[in-house]
């Protein structure tokens, strides 16, 4: 199959499309290169430069590379930011997937993989969360995730483009110790955690540890990037059977300090800890429930927190300052 990836110099799709040629797959990355990294592309994979912003660009690509499937990656992505600067992502997420979307069928392609999100549940019922759990985005990040989940909707609907959905938390850990995860800023614990081990940070900073869990600090769903492409191309490979919407998961959360604690006993490093107030908006627990998927499909999840932790600390200290190093 060929497969255009969007956003595949960033962290997640990066190592999907690597994960794509190791299983024989034909791969053509489109990446503005505003989040991605140039290096992160895997060798073997044709490249393009662009914004999913320039129609014409998109239309070029699709023309030129006729792609049987896309996995569209390509996003702003800050939970933060999305509250700060709303119209960065309720325009350019949604305007700018319409775009590859329209041409996607405009060029005949019928399969599409979505990254989406678990922010689309503020408030969910119970926990873990099943894909069926109402949707009510946290922020208008995970509203711009909801609009294009429609929009594919309706596109299956009505022109037959075969879709997937998948919504996750904290992707974490890396592929091998040369396709990791690199952000500016960086926001995510991990790698923030691992950088007080490399030296670069003083502390980290617990944002509250007075929540109902059983030591004080919010309880994530930490997912291997490995499993999370494992994910992507099963249900890539299942679409002809029709459109699905999956929630991926451990189904298991660890908590702020079990992530600290696992992190110094991998690195050997004390990692200074300090306990600041609570960060508006946090809820005590977040974990997806995938048993959708792996009954349908047979997905399973393989890396615990200490093999995320090691494979994310081997990628580190091989690149502490990230791809600049390569």
């Known amino acids: 199959m060929k497969v255009l990836v969007t956003g595949g110099a960033g962290y997640i799709g990066s190592v999907v499309a690597w994960e794509l040629i190791r299983q024989g797959d034909e791969v053509v990355v489109l990446d503005n290169l505003y989040m991605g990294h140039r290096e992160a592309v895997p060798a073997g994979a044709a490249f393009v430069e662009g914004d999913?912003?320039?129609r014409a660009l998109v239309e070029r690509v699709m023309a030129e590379h006729r792609p049987d499937a896309v996995m569209h990656f390509a996003s702003h992505t800050l939970v933060g930011e999305s509250m700060a600067e709303p119209s960065l992502y309720l325009?350019?997420?949604?305007?700018?997937?319409?775009?590859?979307?329209?041409?996607a069928v405009g060029h005949g392609v019928r399969r599409f993989i979505l990254s989406s999100t678990a922010n689309l549940f503020d408030d969910p019922a119970e926990m873990p969360i099943k894909s069926s759990e109402r949707i009510v985005p946290g922020s208008p990040y995970?509203?711009?995730?909801?609009?294009?989940?429609?929009?594919?909707?309706?596109?299956?609907?009505?022109?037959?483009?075969?879709?997937?959905?998948?919504?996750?938390?904290?992707?974490?850990?890396?592929?091998?110790?040369?396709?990791?995860?690199?952000?500016?800023?960086?926001?995510?614990?991990?790698?923030?955690?691992?950088?007080?081990?490399?030296?670069?940070?003083?502390?980290?900073?617990?944002?509250?540890?007075?929540?109902?869990?059983?030591?004080?600090?919010?309880?994530?769903?930490?997912?291997?990037?490995?499993?999370?492409?494992?994910?992507?191309?099963?249900?890539?490979?299942?679409?002809?059977?029709?459109?699905?919407?999956?929630?991926?998961?451990?189904?298991?959360?660890?908590?702020?300090?079990?992530?600290?604690?696992?992190?110094?006993?991998?690195?050997?490093?004390?990692?200074?800890?300090?306990?600041?107030?609570?960060?508006?908006?946090?809820?005590?627990?977040?974990?997806?429930?995938?048993?959708?998927?792996?009954?349908?499909?047979?997905?399973?999840?393989?890396?615990?927190?200490?093999?995320?932790?090691?494979?994310?600390?081997?990628w580190h200290k091989k690149h502490p300052q990230g791809y600049g190093d390569q």
């Open 52 to 54: 999913l912003a320039d």
């Open 142 to 314: 995970g509203e711009s995730k909801h609009i294009l989940e429609r929009i594919l909707y309706w596109m299956d609907r009505i022109h037959g483009l075969r879709y997937a959905a998948l919504r996750y938390f904290n992707a974490c850990g890396a592929a091998h110790e040369d396709l990791g995860e690199e952000h500016h800023p960086e926001t995510h614990l991990i790698p923030l955690v691992l950088q007080v081990a490399l030296g670069q940070r003083e502390k980290i900073v617990i944002f509250g540890d007075d929540y109902p869990t059983p030591d004080g600090t919010c309880i994530r769903d930490y997912i291997h990037v490995l499993d999370l492409a494992q994910a992507h191309i099963l249900a890539l490979r299942a679409l002809d059977a029709g459109s699905r919407t999956y929630n991926l998961g451990n189904g298991k959360g660890y908590s702020v300090k079990e992530v600290i604690e696992t992190a110094r006993a991998v690195t050997g490093h004390p990692i200074p800890a300090e306990v600041g107030p609570r960060r508006p908006g946090d809820p005590a627990e977040l974990v997806a429930d995938s048993l959708a998927i792996r009954e349908e499909l047979g997905w399973e999840p393989r890396y615990d927190l200490r093999a995320i932790l090691e494979s994310a600390w081997a």
């Open 91 to 103: 325009r350019d997420n949604v305007v700018n997937g319409l775009n590859l979307i329209e041409s």
